[in-house]
């Protein structure tokens, strides 16, 4: 059975700051890290494969810049057997539409993949896009906001997963290949890599893929491909300062309601 | 605000990186700072689960060759290990002092044991099941390693050993989790003129008949990790105990200190990036006047000073474990040829002891001068300085070797043999 990763390499949210002129990110200098949330993907995918009976192979899949390497030898040293970083001028300036081609093309490329396991979203842009997109590139089934994985069932061509929504969870099945993003739940503490992990990982393949490699016309990636343009990017302006009312249930609902007589607001 | 960030691991290789972001990973979730000020307050029993953190990280003994239980790590891999925990652990012992005992004399151990004290000893040892240290101090003196008054009578297959260790790191940890110590014993007659002649080396395992451990010291600092020592009264050790060769005992204990020195300058530099990004962040805040203390150039050029001395010394640490890396590849060549191919070991020998002078004290001062920069909070143990001077201290006084030490090594290998002061 074969696994595909999709990860991104993000600036350190903790470490982001907006130039207040131009309004970009600013990048330099900012550490970059694994994507949390592809970090648990890649978590869920080992996870899986050591509770499955038969053979599993994991592949870690970026698109980036060269240095996004670093972030693919994580990957290798938490557990993925091999990685690919699709990585070339052509795909610079991709937006969601944009980088799900690229990604999707590399899948396809791959060949026989039974599950695509994504973050649900990334914590640098939060567009929650790219793992749908892959799906709608590929046509096949996709599962979003996926807190666990309970079966994967080559032989019946069916996923069995835990998908949170905003009443609880519910439990579904889906049909194989599919794309799964994957949302971790509160508490969630990825596997930190040892030493020894490390060191094994320098043994393991990370090859790099480029337009070359993925084929079609350049018009389809990067920039020229990207459906979206991105006029500015701010800070939301704070909220203020909120009230804070610590009273019993019945006399705050009652200081509420006051409030908000006052304002207008009923 | 965003935090200061006053490191650059662009020169790292990838697996180096992931070593410090495994640390941080580690310490965030199971060593935060506040753990770190509260142990060294609270003292020994080292933690336990520090031990176990350490070991499963695979952070204890990474130079030991893989064959032997170890990662295979070079020095320069090793260096970025320590100072990452010198960075998460500014008391310099609770994670990186232990790993700098453990790992320093642990692999100068390991080069000359057989294999039984290899499998009993040191491979449960990076596993974090058993303890391994150094015992060279003795009452009468540590910095005169060759001044030693111990002794060893050969008696059929066994040796017998008498004397005294004292101010030993880890013998409270070596009693609860088993395991021993190097230790210098002589076991020819004292040559006035080349007194480091006959001592040689045994490993001694803690719970042997006639080892009596002593009671712990209460010391400044490095509060988690106990000092202490041990009588040893007609303590039998099987010949296959012994390290190496009979006599040699000093240059290899000499081999052990260069190895842990060389952790402990790159602990210190971790340390020293802590102090002044912690500092940094207080003083970009605190403001009095109508300005932040940053902004004054009484704080901010003895900053900067320390900073470019911490920059310097990290240049320094790496040097040196490139060195040392040299050194164990050239081995072979040496033990050919008689001669080095690049470094004479006590031309590096020189260089560990620069960094080993130098950085601890440059830990030391900084954490001096963040708590002048902070006043009463930089004295309080809200804040990790006063932890830090404590812990770091050890270092400029005696652990590892004494800081004139140090200088009459630089002396001798700099102005010559013939203004050795002793001689």
Redesign the interface.
């Given at each position: 059975m074969l696994f595909v990763v999709l990860v991104k390499q993000v600036p350190d949210t903790?470490?982001v700051?907006v130039d207040e002129e131009t309004g970009t990110i600013i990048r330099e200098g900012v550490?970059s890290?694994l994507n949390a949330f592809d970090e648990f993907a890649l978590n869920e995918a080992i996870d899986l494969k050591e509770r499955m009976d038969e053979d599993v192979e994991i592949i870690a899949v970026s698109m980036g810049p060269p240095q996004a390497?670093?972030a693919l030898?994580?990957c290798l040293?938490i557990g993925a057997d091999s990685a690919i970083l699709l990585t070339d001028r052509v795909f610079a300036g991709a937006d969601t539409w944009a980088t799900a081609v690229t990604l999707g093309r590399a899948v396809k490329k791959i060949g026989d993949v039974d599950v695509v396991f994504a973050g649900q979203e990334a914590s640098d842009g939060n567009t929650a896009q790219v793992g749908p997109e892959v799906a709608a590139q590929l046509g096949i089934s996709q599962l979003t906001f996926v807190a666990d994985i309970e079966k994967v069932d080559k032989e019946s061509g069916h996923i069995i997963c835990k998908k949170e929504t905003d009443e609880g969870h519910v439990r579904i099945k889906a049909e194989l290949p599919a794309v799964i993003a994957c949302m971790p739940e509160p508490g969630f503490?990825p596997k930190?890599?040892?030493?020894?992990d490390?060191?094994k990982?320098?043994k393991k393949s990370l090859d790099e893929w480029t337009f070359e490699d993925l084929g079609g016309d350049e018009e389809e990636y990067g920039l020229d491909g990207s459906e979206s343009v991105v006029i500015r990017t701010y800070s939301p302006p704070p909220k203020g300062e909120g009230i804070k009312i610590e009273e019993k249930p019945e006399i705050a609902a009652e200081k509420i309601i006051e409030f908000m007589e006052e304002e207008g607001l009923l | 605000m965003a935090r200061t960030k006053l490191s650059d691991d662009r020169d790292l290789t990838e697996e180096q990186k992931l070593f410090k972001e495994s640390i941080n990973d580690w310490a965030e979730r199971n060593f935060p700072l506040e753990r770190v000020i509260r142990i060294n307050r609270e003292g020994h029993p080292f933690p336990q689960d520090i031990v176990e953190g350490l070991a499963e990280l695979g952070l204890i003994m990474g130079t030991v060759p893989e064959e032997q239980g170890g990662m295979g790590l070079t020095w320069s891999d090793q260096i970025v290990i320590a100072e990452q925990l010198g960075y998460i652990d500014p008391s310099i012992a609770t994670a990186a002092g232990f790993m700098a005992v453990e790992t320093g004399w642990g692999f100068t151990i390991n080069r000359y044991a057989n294999e039984e004290i290899r499998e009993r000893y040191i491979k449960p040892a990076i596993q974090g099941d058993k303890f391994v240290g150094i015992a060279t101090t003795e009452p009468k003196g540590g910095s005169d390693v060759a001044g030693f008054e111990s002794t060893g009578e050969k008696d059929g297959d066994e040796w017998v050993l008498n004397g005294e260790k004292t101010f030993i790191s880890g013998v409270e940890e070596c009693r609860r989790m088993g395991g021993g110590y190097w230790v210098n014993v002589r076991t020819g007659p004292k040559i006035p003129e080349a007194p480091h002649k006959n001592m040689t080396a045994f490993f001694v395992p803690i719970d042997t008949d006639g080892v009596q451990p002593q009671e712990p010291y209460d010391d400044a600092g490095r509060g988690s990790l106990s000092t202490s020592g041990f009588i040893m009264e007609d303590v039998r050790i099987p010949d296959e105990y012994m390290l190496g060769e009979e006599g040699k005992g000093f240059y290899y204990t000499m081999e052990g200190f260069d190895n842990a020195r060389i952790l402990i300058g790159a602990s210190s530099v971790g340390v020293t990036r802590r102090i002044l990004e912690e500092a940094a962040d207080y003083i970009k805040e605190r403001e009095t006047f109508g300005r932040p203390l940053a902004k004054y150039e009484g704080i901010q050029f003895p900053f900067v000073e320390r900073y470019i001395e911490l920059e310097a010394s990290d240049l320094m640490v790496k040097k040196v474990a490139k060195m040392q890396d040299q050194r164990y590849d050239e081995e072979g060549w040496l033990e050919r040829t008689g001669k080095a191919k690049t470094y004479k070991p006590t031309e590096i020998a020189k260089w560990i002891s620069m960094i080993k002078y130098k950085v601890p004290h440059l830990a030391k001062d900084t954490a001096d001068d963040a708590m002048h920069w902070l006043g009463a909070a930089g004295y309080s143990s809200e804040y990790i300085f006063e932890t830090a001077w404590r812990g770091v201290m050890s270092y400029c006084v005696g652990a590892e070797g004494g800081a004139n030490i140090q200088k009459l090594v630089i002396a001798r290998e700099t102005l010559g043999k013939d203004y050795i002061p002793y001689k």
């Amino acid at each position: 059975m074969l696994f595909v990763v999709l990860v991104k390499q993000v600036p350190d949210t903790t470490e982001v700051e907006v130039d207040e002129e131009t309004g970009t990110i600013i990048r330099e200098g900012v550490p970059s890290v694994l994507n949390a949330f592809d970090e648990f993907a890649l978590n869920e995918a080992i996870d899986l494969k050591e509770r499955m009976d038969e053979d599993v192979e994991i592949i870690a899949v970026s698109m980036g810049p060269p240095q996004a390497k670093d972030a693919l030898k994580k990957c290798l040293a938490i557990g993925a057997d091999s990685a690919i970083l699709l990585t070339d001028r052509v795909f610079a300036g991709a937006d969601t539409w944009a980088t799900a081609v690229t990604l999707g093309r590399a899948v396809k490329k791959i060949g026989d993949v039974d599950v695509v396991f994504a973050g649900q979203e990334a914590s640098d842009g939060n567009t929650a896009q790219v793992g749908p997109e892959v799906a709608a590139q590929l046509g096949i089934s996709q599962l979003t906001f996926v807190a666990d994985i309970e079966k994967v069932d080559k032989e019946s061509g069916h996923i069995i997963c835990k998908k949170e929504t905003d009443e609880g969870h519910v439990r579904i099945k889906a049909e194989l290949p599919a794309v799964i993003a994957c949302m971790p739940e509160p508490g969630f503490e990825p596997k930190i890599p040892n030493v020894r992990d490390i060191m094994k990982a320098k043994k393991k393949s990370l090859d790099e893929w480029t337009f070359e490699d993925l084929g079609g016309d350049e018009e389809e990636y990067g920039l020229d491909g990207s459906e979206s343009v991105v006029i500015r990017t701010y800070s939301p302006p704070p909220k203020g300062e909120g009230i804070k009312i610590e009273e019993k249930p019945e006399i705050a609902a009652e200081k509420i309601i006051e409030f908000m007589e006052e304002e207008g607001l009923l | 605000m965003a935090r200061t960030k006053l490191s650059d691991d662009r020169d790292l290789t990838e697996e180096q990186k992931l070593f410090k972001e495994s640390i941080n990973d580690w310490a965030e979730r199971n060593f935060p700072l506040e753990r770190v000020i509260r142990i060294n307050r609270e003292g020994h029993p080292f933690p336990q689960d520090i031990v176990e953190g350490l070991a499963e990280l695979g952070l204890i003994m990474g130079t030991v060759p893989e064959e032997q239980g170890g990662m295979g790590l070079t020095w320069s891999d090793q260096i970025v290990i320590a100072e990452q925990l010198g960075y998460i652990d500014p008391s310099i012992a609770t994670a990186a002092g232990f790993m700098a005992v453990e790992t320093g004399w642990g692999f100068t151990i390991n080069r000359y044991a057989n294999e039984e004290i290899r499998e009993r000893y040191i491979k449960p040892a990076i596993q974090g099941d058993k303890f391994v240290g150094i015992a060279t101090t003795e009452p009468k003196g540590g910095s005169d390693v060759a001044g030693f008054e111990s002794t060893g009578e050969k008696d059929g297959d066994e040796w017998v050993l008498n004397g005294e260790k004292t101010f030993i790191s880890g013998v409270e940890e070596c009693r609860r989790m088993g395991g021993g110590y190097w230790v210098n014993v002589r076991t020819g007659p004292k040559i006035p003129e080349a007194p480091h002649k006959n001592m040689t080396a045994f490993f001694v395992p803690i719970d042997t008949d006639g080892v009596q451990p002593q009671e712990p010291y209460d010391d400044a600092g490095r509060g988690s990790l106990s000092t202490s020592g041990f009588i040893m009264e007609d303590v039998r050790i099987p010949d296959e105990y012994m390290l190496g060769e009979e006599g040699k005992g000093f240059y290899y204990t000499m081999e052990g200190f260069d190895n842990a020195r060389i952790l402990i300058g790159a602990s210190s530099v971790g340390v020293t990036r802590r102090i002044l990004e912690e500092a940094a962040d207080y003083i970009k805040e605190r403001e009095t006047f109508g300005r932040p203390l940053a902004k004054y150039e009484g704080i901010q050029f003895p900053f900067v000073e320390r900073y470019i001395e911490l920059e310097a010394s990290d240049l320094m640490v790496k040097k040196v474990a490139k060195m040392q890396d040299q050194r164990y590849d050239e081995e072979g060549w040496l033990e050919r040829t008689g001669k080095a191919k690049t470094y004479k070991p006590t031309e590096i020998a020189k260089w560990i002891s620069m960094i080993k002078y130098k950085v601890p004290h440059l830990a030391k001062d900084t954490a001096d001068d963040a708590m002048h920069w902070l006043g009463a909070a930089g004295y309080s143990s809200e804040y990790i300085f006063e932890t830090a001077w404590r812990g770091v201290m050890s270092y400029c006084v005696g652990a590892e070797g004494g800081a004139n030490i140090q200088k009459l090594v630089i002396a001798r290998e700099t102005l010559g043999k013939d203004y050795i002061p002793y001689k």
